[in-house]
């Protein structure tokens, strides 16, 4: 895998599923893409101005999962597991055909996704991967919630959540993408308060929401037969969201995160607050041959968990 260079997936994939939010049945195709095309979705279901490219500037909404859409009003949802396990992959440019609005949620985590990522392969192009460095700390809030990005060599998350239950309550982690072993984040669920799912179902959403493929937390009970997948499920599926949502930036990102409580609409304000906002607190950057002996002698390319 090359950390220098571009990659697209070696074979065309194939897979379907439900959409969490809209119940529909959606079938989706994965298509290597030529260099610095990025990750673009196609909805096959319209015939023109049907491409919606997966950049921040895209993101309509963000209530419960992130929405792109294109100046054509075409959207796609829930986007942001595929978007993960593309990054965790190392893929840059693939094209995602789909025929519905919405990315089957498959198991809620991003683990299927590798899975399909791992059986399609990845290939090497020759275009070299452009990172964005973080050169000075920007910091963002609202209200009680709080986001900020510091330099460093690697893409890194410290994450803290709140919640007024027992059982999730304030986990925190902290994971760097580079260095650590990625399986208990790939592996985390998305999750919801039983009292919520009512709520949830009453403004359109969650209709394809079930124990398959969410955590579900009533009072100091997990209702799922078999638990948590690992301890600390709760909050390693915030970091895999924000790091689906920050792959929108068009780039990968060399900082290091620490969000308190925050979610896709924050995510996604702190991107815009960053390329828009801090255009001088940032430099796009390349790596050449010569360098990545300096880098990965200080672990850079070591410790990636998926062999994809
Ligand atoms: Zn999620």
Redesign the pocket.
């Known amino acids: 895998m090359s950390k220098i260079y571009q990659n697209t997936i070696r074979n065309v994939v194939t897979f379907k599923g439900n959409g969490l939010h809209s119940g529909k049945n959606t079938n989706v195709k994965l298509i290597p893409a030529i260099e610095n095309e990025g990750i673009n979705f196609k909805r096959i279901d319209f015939n023109e101005n049907n491409t919606i490219k997966a950049d921040y500037k895209n993101v309509s909404s963000a209530t419960l ?1 992130t929405t792109l859409e294109n100046k054509f009003g075409r959207k796609v949802s829930t986007v ?2 595929l978007l993960a396990a593309l990054y965790i992959c190392d893929i840059d440019n693939v094209t995602i055909e789909i025929d519905n609005e919405e990315i089957p949620i498959l198991d ?1 985590s991003s683990k299927e996704f590798i899975n399909i990522l791992k059986n399609a392969g990845i290939k090497k192009q020759t275009a070299r991967k452009k990172y964005l460095k973080i050169l000075k700390r920007i910091e963002y809030q609202d209200k009680d919630k709080k986001i900020s990005i510091e330099p460093s060599s690697t893409f890194e998350v410290d994450f803290e959540l709140h919640y007024n239950n027992k059982i999730i309550g304030n986990q925190r982690n902290k994971i760097n993408f580079t260095k650590d072993n990625l399986e208990n984040l790939i592996e985390s669920r ?1 999750f919801c308060l039983y009292e919520d799912i009512e709520k949830i179902k009453n403004i359109g959403l969650a209709q394809g929401g079930s124990l398959d493929n969410a955590i579900v937390v009533k009072d100091e009970k997990i209702l799922n037969v078999n638990g948590l997948r690992n301890k600390k499920e709760f909050v390693n ?2 970091i ?2 924000l790091a ?1 949502d920050f792959i929108l930036a068009g780039y990968n990102i060399l900082g290091k995160v620490e969000c308190y409580k925050g979610g ?1 609409e924050f995510s996604n304000l702190f991107l815009r607050e960053i390329l828009d906002k801090n255009k001088h607190n940032f430099e796009i950057i390349e790596f050449k041959e010569k360098e990545t002996k300096k880098i990965s002698q200080k672990g850079y390319f070591t410790g990636l968990a998926v062999n994809a």
Do not use: A, I, N, V
Request: proline share 0%; glycine share 18%; net charge negative.
């Open positions: 999962c942001e597991h809620g998305t599926h915030k895999l969201d689906g896709h």
